[in-house]
C-alpha cells in the first residue's frame, strides 16, 4: 500500500499563489507518472496536471500558462505552484501516483479563492 498525503491549500485571494505539495510513502516501487485532479462542488473530477517519470508534462487547457507541476523523485513528493489564482480555481485537489503495482489517490486539500 501506498500512502499520500498532501499539505498546502488554504484561502487566497483572487490573483493570489498556493503551493501545494503531496509526498508519497509506504510500498513503493517505481512510480511513474505522478498527478494533480481537482473537483469543484457539483461537478466532476478532471485532471489539472500530470508529470511522467522522465519529467515531460500535461496540463489541463484551464491552467496553461498558470500553473506548474514538479516532482522529487528522491523524496517521492510531487508539487503544484499555483499563480494568478482565480475564483474558479476553488476546489478539492487531489494528487494521484502510479506506482508499478496501481494507482493511488490522496485525501485531497481544499483551495478556495476569492474574489
Known amino acids: 500500500q501506498v500512502q499520500l498525503v498532501e499539505s498546502g491549500g488554504g484561502l487566497v485571494q483572487a490573483g493570489g499563489s498556493l503551493r501545494l505539495s503531496c509526498v508519497a510513502s509506504g510500498s513503493i516501487f517505481s512510480i511513474n507518472a505522478m498527478a494533480w485532479f481537482r473537483q469543484a462542488p457539483g461537478k466532476q473530477r478532471e485532471l489539472v496536471a500530470l508529470?511522467?517519470?522522465?519529467?515531460?508534462?500535461n496540463y489541463a487547457d484551464s491552467v496553461k500558462g498558470r500553473f506548474t507541476i514538479s516532482r522529487d523523485n528522491a523524496k517521492n513528493r510531487v508539487y503544484l505552484q499555483m499563480n494568478s489564482l482565480k475564483p474558479e480555481d476553488t476546489a478539492v485537489y487531489y494528487c494521484?501516483?502510479?506506482?508499478?503495482?496501481?494507482?493511488?489517490w490522496g485525501q485531497g486539500t481544499q483551495v478556495t479563492v476569492s474574489s
Open positions: 508529470i511522467r517519470s522522465g519529467g515531460s508534462t
Open positions: 494521484r501516483v502510479w506506482n508499478s503495482d496501481r494507482d493511488y
